[in-house]
């Protein structure tokens, strides 16, 4: 397995800078970035049709957003017919590091990890970096 980054992003501020950072820190290390994406039933692969017919393009859409940011980055596109977590602990098998982001403080709480990145912790087995969104 070709070494690389792994990060889940999920639309959320801190996911997205976590998948930035993972971004990042894949282009200085020459490793590829996977980004998995869990969809609960991913349709077959349609043949040379626009997004729009595309029942798979919302999962896809974070992988074709990292290739246009980072084009001299390998992106591994994984839609994984599971949860959340299930997904990205799968997809981080292998990685250097598993990439998560924190939740910002807000009214003086401490931060915190989401729900996917939470659970997806103890199962992991690589090293983890958990980047702040602020």
């Known amino acids: 397995m070709q070494p690389a980054t792994t990060v889940g992003p999920d639309g959320s501020p801190e996911s997205l800078a976590a998948a930035r950072w993972a971004a990042g820190e894949a282009e ?3 490793l590829t970035l996977r980004l998995p994406h869990a969809w609960p039933l991913p349709a077959p692969e349609p043949a040379h049709v626009t997004a729009e017919v595309d029942q798979n393009y919302r999962a896809k859409r974070p992988v074709h957003t990292a290739q246009k940011e980072y084009p001299q980055v390998e992106v591994a596109d994984s839609v994984r017919p599971a949860g959340p977590v299930k997904a990205v602990v799968q997809a981080a098998e292998g990685s250097a590091p ?15 990890l989401g729900p996917v990145a939470h659970p997806a912790l103890p199962r992991g087995r690589c090293p983890v970096a958990v980047v702040p969104h602020d």
Do not use: E
């Not at 598993?98 to 915190?112: D, I, Y």
């Open 28 to 30: 200085n290390r020459g």
């Open 98 to 112: 598993l990439v998560v982001g924190r939740r910002a403080h807000r009214h003086g709480v401490a931060p915190r």
